[in-house]
């Protein structure tokens, strides 16, 4: 009963706008913005555990309208949450911020959060609210790029991998075009600020030879406006999680191209994470393994290939993307189209294009990795970047503490031992260069040492 597929009669019925249910999708009026969506949960799900057993059964969890979210929709609407015994309330949040703040205010019990938010706001990073925020699991991997618009197509610059690892060669390009461009209009723009997508953007740019904390103006757009924006010609690029870069390629809205999936920065980075305030693990702590444990079987429902395209339909639902399927398929299903303005086809087959539970052997750094643990190590690396632009003065005196305290992987392991699902031993991991654009390995071990390895820096 947990696993139904829905013909394409009974998905509109379950998921079509204006169908009243038994609980709300909602916007909430402050940081939401967009229309009110009803959809239901399945009524034939017969809870695995009482309600009554956990101290908070009622919960309010936010997502943000991007494809990687689906995994709370999967959770909701397959009966996942009802499972566990959560009675849940999804809450359509408009932006990344909304999300983060959300939980640290208390609007939200639960949310995604975007990779960095909860060790910057652990460690009062610039842009972040100081918080004991806490992540709980990986929601996903990969599922982002990024895009770039006509002009920069134009000046000669053109997807990552067709430059074949000639980083002069694409460094090049990119000084060429931005060096020409005045001041005022050097701009890019992330989801987040004190996350990995602008450190992304951040490493990118220095591996051009260029200062992106001098010479660039780093803007901040929720996922869904970002088309628009590069439309009107606010920025050059941005990074944001699909399926706000296929919507921008030729053929759909034709304002710009990928010019990189977000895995050929970081091969096995984690994007979204399942984001709590500590005082609720503390005060919360059967209701906390029950959330867990559903978001951790709908990640890997999400991930099986016999359910991608049912699950690209989900996503495009106007209570979750509103996109249209043609948008959200490709990076969930694994056919990714990079666009261009010269009439050729970059369609590339990308089966790792968004990962939700089982890795490739190549990103594997234990032979029971799975894509929703969390490697501490990988805290550390987010962390070193947050420090390498001078967004913390400096690293923390005990950065491995902050990286324990703050992605709870201890709790992650001795809860899902209860699904049966085993968990590499150590927390960290060495980075190997051949998973970064630069082929520069990470050791987090040694964090200085790696700072000072780069040119650019705060």
């Known amino acids: 009963m947990i696993h139904r597929k829905y013909n394409r009669k009974e998905f509109l019925k379950l998921f079509g706008a204006g169908l009243a249910g038994s609980s709300l999708l909602y916007s909430c009026g402050t940081p939401g913005g967009s229309a009110v969506s009803l959809i239901r949960q399945p009524e034939d799900v017969v809870p695995e555990v009482d309600p009554k057993s956990l101290e908070k059964p009622d919960l309010t969890i936010g997502f943000v309208p991007v494809n990687d979210c689906i995994p709370f929709a999967v959770a909701y609407t397959k009966g996942f949450f009802k499972k566990y015994g959560l009675n849940v309330t999804l809450s359509r949040e408009s932006s990344w911020a909304a999300s983060r703040d959300g939980i640290i205010f208390g609007r939200l019990d639960a949310a995604p959060v975007v990779s960095g938010a ?5 460690t009062g990073a610039e842009g972040a609210m100081p918080a004991k925020l806490c992540a709980g699991m ?5 599922g982002n790029a990024i895009t770039m618009n006509r002009a920069m197509w134009d000046a000669g610059v053109r997807p990552l991998h067709e430059y074949k690892g000639d980083l002069e060669k694409m460094g090049h390009d990119l000084k060429n075009y931005f060096t020409k461009l005045p001041d005022s209009q050097r701009n890019v723009a992330v989801v987040l600020s004190s996350a990995i997508y602008e450190y992304f953007i951040r490493y990118l740019l220095s591996l051009a030879d260029m200062n992106p904390r001098e010479d660039f103006r780093i803007m901040i757009i929720p996922p869904p406006q970002m088309v628009t924006n590069m439309r009107i010609g606010a920025m050059s690029m941005y990074m944001v999680a699909e399926p706000w870069n296929t919507r921008a390629i030729s053929g759909n809205e034709g304002v710009g191209f990928t010019f990189a999936h977000g895995s050929e920065i970081w091969r096995g980075h984690p994007d979204r994470l399942l984001a709590v305030m500590e005082s609720f693990i503390e005060k919360y702590p059967n209701t906390y393994r029950s959330l867990i444990k559903a978001m951790v079987e709908a990640c890997r429902w999400c991930d099986k290939p ?5 699950l690209a339909e989900l996503a495009s639902a106007r209570a979750f993307t509103g996109a249209a399927a043609k948008f959200t398929s ?3 299903v694994g056919n990714y189209n990079y666009g261009g303005f010269d009439g050729k086809k970059r369609m590339r087959r990308m089966a790792d294009a968004t990962i939700f539970y089982e890795l490739p052997e190549d990103i594997k750094g234990d032979p029971n990795d799975h894509s929703t643990f969390l490697w501490q190590s990988q805290a550390l690396w987010l962390m070193s970047q947050s420090a390498r632009w001078k967004q913390i003065p400096n690293l923390p005196d005990d950065p491995i503490a902050i990286a324990k305290k703050s992605w709870r992987t201890d709790l992650y392991r001795e809860i899902v031992a209860e699904l049966g699902i085993d968990c590499p031993n150590s927390d960290y991991k060495v980075e190997s260069g051949n998973r970064f654009i630069d082929g520069k390995s990470f050791d987090a071990s040694d ?4 700072l000072e390895s780069f040119r650019y820096s705060g």
């Open 138 to 142: 990986t929601i996903h991997r990969h």
């Open 330 to 332: 490709p990076a969930l």
């Open 306 to 310: 016999e359910n991608r395209e049912e």
């Open 447 to 450: 964090l200085n040492g790696y």
């Open 118 to 122: 909860v060790v910057n706001a652990q």
